[in-house]
């Protein structure tokens, strides 16, 4: 049951009408709950939020050596706006769908996916999948932030390294390590040091010993930099690729939505020509600098001139 710090802290937020703060501590103890096994009490303080929540209700207030580390924001993204292959999709929604079922999946001696890989070239929709899985799942996104993780002093950057892992523990939400190779490096290359190694092995302990109701994310560019042993403490490792001759006409018409014109006006037999070597982010930059060229040119759609040239921009 609560202890009276949470009691305290309860009515604290109650008092100065603190809604973010009490529905967090909420959540809290129903994590707590249901790691004593009090899976039906911890499952009705959860109804009762989830019946009465409100869509900011989920922003972590963390104490100031976690905050430093970690910054909160509230997924805004939905899997409908992912253009990637159905096998991407799929195996999104496989996670999405055993969190919301884990605890049918306890009783039988399992546990849900929560500890993923993504990896593949800049702008394939990595960081935009991390928020997705947040904003799905009705959690905050927690993105580590690398350049404070890691330091140049002895000892340091695994000390920071536990404190974020506590925080994984203690405060429910998916969090993401972007550009995960600062922390994987195979520790076999030649040009690894002492510190490089140690971390690495700190966050092999550290993942391995999670078992928090947390979903962590880790994201990397470069899969080939990374120590083979991380590969099978994540749960799922999922590829990422630049899109293909079929993706790209779905992600330009979504990204342009209102602003896009008539199908058959657009050139899209030269515009898949060309834009073969962008990525999801550079097409959708693409589309942005069109709407803005439409808007300021007092136009209702943008152009299939406008479209081209800006991806020529692009390629170029």
Not at 34 to 60: C, D, M, P, V, W
Not at 93 to 122: D, F
């Amino acid at each position: 049951m609560a202890t009276a710090a949470q009691i305290k802290m309860l009515v604290e937020a109650h008092v100065s009408k603190n809604d973010d703060r009490f529905k967090t501590i909420v959540l809290q103890l129903a994590a707590h709950e249901a790691k004593l096994g009090h899976t039906s009490f911890a499952r009705e303080l959860r109804g009762i939020l989830n019946n009465n929540q409100n869509s900011n209700y989920k922003i972590i207030e963390f104490s100031k050596d976690i905050d430093e580390l970690i910054d909160t924001t509230i997924g805004e993204h939905r899997l409908a706006e992912l253009v990637v292959t159905n096998e991407i999709k799929d195996r999104i929604y496989r996670i999405l769908k055993e969190y919301q079922m884990r605890e049918k999946l306890t009783k039988y001696g399992l546990s849900n996916r929560r500890k993923i890989l993504l990896e593949g070239v800049p702008g394939t929709g990595k960081t935009l999948s991390a928020s997705i899985i947040a904003t799905e799942i009705g959690l905050p996104l927690c993105t580590i932030k690398m350049d404070k993780l890691m330091t140049k002093y002895m000892g340091e950057t695994g000390t920071k390294l536990r404190v974020v892992f506590d925080a994984i523990k203690e405060y429910q939400a998916v969090y993401f390590f972007d550009e995960f190779d600062a922390i994987g490096t195979d520790r076999n290359k030649d040009n690894d040091v002492g510190e490089v190694r140690r971390v690495l092995n700190l966050f092999l302990q550290f993942i391995e010993q999670d078992d928090s109701e947390s979903i962590i994310i880790a994201a990397t560019n470069n899969p080939q930099l990374l120590d083979p042993a991380l590969f099978r403490r994540f749960d799922d490792v999922i590829h990422f690729a630049l899109p293909s001759k079929r993706q790209i006409p779905d992600l330009i018409i979504n990204r342009l939505g209102q602003f896009a014109p008539p199908e058959n006006s657009i050139d899209m037999e030269n515009i898949l020509d060309i834009s073969g070597s962008l990525s999801h982010a550079e097409l959708t930059k693409a589309c942005d600098d069109s709407i803005k060229e439409a808007i300021m040119s007092d136009k209702k759609t943008v152009t299939s001139e406008q479209l081209l040239k800006m991806i020529k921009e692009k390629v170029r």
